[in-house]
Every structure is written in C-alpha cells, then in structure tokens.
T-cell receptor, first 117, second 114 residues
Framework: NAGVTQTPKFRILKIGQSMTLQCTQD?????MYWYRQDPGMGLKLIYY???????DKGEVPNGYNVSRSTTEDFPLRLELAAPSQTSVYFC????????????????FGSGTRLTVV | KNEVEQSPQNLTAQEGEFITINCSYS?????LHWLQQHPGGGIVSLFM???GKKKHGRLIATINIQEKHSSLHITASHPRDSAVYIC????????????????FGKGTHLIIQP
C-alpha cells in the first residue's frame, strides 16, 4: 500500500549509543517531516525537508541529524542517545507547501517507539 | 506565543452518541488540521480547514475564524471511533519557509463504549 513506512517500530538504546530511524514514502511527496511525541504533549517538529538535498531545523533539532539524498527517503539520525530522547517518533510527508492548498493532508508513518536507558 | 487548547482532554461516551471535541487557539491562522491517532499509534489526517465547514462520512469539522475556535463532531459514534483526536494550527504570519509551522494540541482521548 502506498504511504509512509517507518522502521523500526520499537527500539531500546543505551545512553551514548547511536541509531538511524528510517522513513520512506512512495507518493513522490516533496515535503517530509520528523516529529516527536512525548507523553501528554503535542507533537513537536524536529527536522523537515522541502525536497531532495534540502533540509532544515524544526522546533527541537538538538541531538538529531537528517539527510535527504532522494525524494523517497528521509532518515533521522540520533547521535549519543540521551534519556531525554525517549519518545515516539513520527515521519510524515505532504505533496504541497504547508498552508498553500485546500484539501491536501499529511500522511504519517506508524511511528517508532524509542526508549533510551 | 501560539497556544492550542483542546477540550475535553478525555471523553467517554456510549455508542450512538453525538460527539463534540473543541479546539481553541490564540493567534490568527491560515490553516487548522484535525488528526486521528489510533490506539496502535498511527496518525491519520482527517481535515484541513481554513474557513467554514467540512464533512467526511460521520465526521464534521467546523471553524470560526473570528472566535479562534474549531469543533470536530462525530455523528452516530461507534467503538471504532475510539482514538486520540489532535488539533493543529498554522499561524497566519508564519514565515519559517518550508517548515509546517504547526502547533499541535495535546489531543482529546475519546472512548466509545458499546
């Protein structure tokens, strides 16, 4: 089925370890996003991309890095994992610039639940 | 600072009841989104509104720009509607380039009992 695929679904990391959360979409969307969702809080934007080769910081980028070498893939890298990065991570994509069109929506991945111990 | 407040935080209702979830925000906006997060964690985009009203099946979303308020209604509610419903807004004067500029509410946890 078309959509956004995230892997892994669950992961436990030790403090100081690194990992990459994978995100792939097959809808040819230019806009891709990484969010984190903490318990009892709203989603927060970590990084976003407006197309291959172009990325920028969101609201909470510290401790993360991204790359966008292709339209399809937007991996999120955690370097030196910390307990504060325990969260649920969502990747999303959209076809149009935010707020510029009616009827467009975001397509979200199923999420990655990360625990740092 | 843009604040998004949802009410109620938690709602339990019986199957068949008419459900209303409210979203209030503090700044002028260009768009408001309603999202549904399933018990398994997946998020689905339900509506994007900039004015008026939209309907999809048993779901209706309305927005009052002057009042800075939106409502999500569910008619003839069913246990499969049980989920967290999230409101998110994009400020009218947002100038952050390609970032979505969205501020998300904390969500309304809805349980529909058979």
């Amino acid at each position: 089925n078309a959509g956004v695929t995230q892997t892994p679904k669950f992961r436990i990391l030790k403090i100081g370890q690194s990992m990459t959360l994978q995100c792939t979409q097959d809808m040819n969307h230019n806009y891709m996003y990484w969010y984190r969702q903490d318990p009892g809080m709203g989603l927060k934007l970590i990084y976003y991309s407006v197309g291959a080769g172009i990325t920028d910081k969101g609201e909470v980028p510290n401790g993360y890095n991204v790359s966008r070498s292709t339209t399809e893939d937007f991996p999120l890298r955690l370097e030196l994992a910390a307990p504060s990065q325990t969260s649920v991570y969502f990747c999303a994509s959209s076809p149009l610039p935010p707020g510029t069109g009616v009827g467009y929506g975001y397509t979200f991945g199923s999420g990655t639940r990360l625990t740092v111990v | 600072k843009n604040e998004v407040e949802q009410s109620p935080q938690n709602l339990t209702a019986q199957e068949g009841e008419f459900i209303t979830i409210n979203c209030s925000y503090s700044v002028g906006i260009s768009a408001l989104h309603w999202l549904q997060q399933h018990p398994g964690g997946g998020i689905v985009s339900l509506f994007m509104l900039s004015s008026g009203k939209k309907k999809h099946g048993r779901l209706i979303a309305t927005i009052n720009i002057q009042e800075k308020h939106s409502s999500l209604h569910i008619t003839a509610s069913h246990p499969r509607d049980s989920a967290v419903y999230i409101c998110a807004v994009r400020p009218e004067m947002y100038s952050g380039g390609g970032a979505d500029g969205l501020t998300f509410g904390k969500g309304t946890h809805l349980i529909i009992q058979p």
